[in-house]
């Protein structure tokens, strides 16, 4: 499933990631142009009435205004997602030990995840599990910067440019059964922009 080594998974901090989530971090890990641009991207794929998991995510979800159905938070610091008032509900899991999602197949119209998949050591696992919750029709959205810390990100992410990681993040959507439809590039302030747009196949 997955088309990472151990080397390539490996990292500098091998330590617990929920011991090293455990404080939270009331912060924005991109710059405002990053965040505005990927509300952006978010308004162009989803509607009303949307069943959306932002995983791996915090404080702030970036959603534009919608009359979603229902938004699930995932991540690893309570307090950040308690604080997160998009989210009708959430939930805390170390992908990286536990990679089943405890969701039904087919459950969400849209799988987020903003600035936090250089740190996945199974991402195919991971994605295929978005794949299995998503809806026949759904989208996973997948963004990043150069931004990380850098004991967490696994070695595939630290020793690539920009262009691999968007390359690493499409094979990462092609292990899980998603078909990688757009890659959008953009530099709205300092902070470069990508952001992986996939569907199943």
Not at 50 to 61: E, I, K, Q
Not at 125 to 139: K, S
């Amino acid at each position: 499933m997955t088309r990472l080594s151990e080397t390539d998974r490996s990292k500098i901090d091998s330590g617990s990631d929920a011991t090293f989530y455990d404080d939270p971090r009331f912060v924005t890990h991109a710059d405002d142009g990053f965040c505005r641009r990927l509300t952006e991207v978010y308004d162009t794929v989803l509607a009303d009435g949307d069943r959306v998991l932002d995983a791996m995510s915090s404080w702030v979800s970036h959603l534009p205004p919608r009359g979603y159905d229902r938004v699930v938070g995932h991540g690893l610091n309570g307090a950040e997602l308690d604080a997160n008032d998009a989210f009708d509900e959430w939930f805390l899991q170390d992908l990286n030990a536990d990679r089943s999602l405890p969701m039904a197949d087919g459950v969400f119209d849209a799988v987020l995840c903003a600035l936090s998949v250089q740190y996945l050591q199974y991402p195919g696992e991971v994605f295929a599990e978005f794949e299995r919750v998503l809806a026949p029709d759904g989208v996973v959205v997948v963004s990043f910067t150069n931004r990380m810390f850098p004991t967490k990100a696994i070695r595939a992410w630290r020793t690539a440019d920009m262009d691999e990681r968007a390359e690493l993040v499409s094979s990462y959507c092609d292990a899980g059964g998603l078909g990688t439809v757009d890659v959008v590039r953009d530099r709205p302030e300092t902070d470069p922009f990508v952001a992986v747009v996939a569907r199943p196949e």
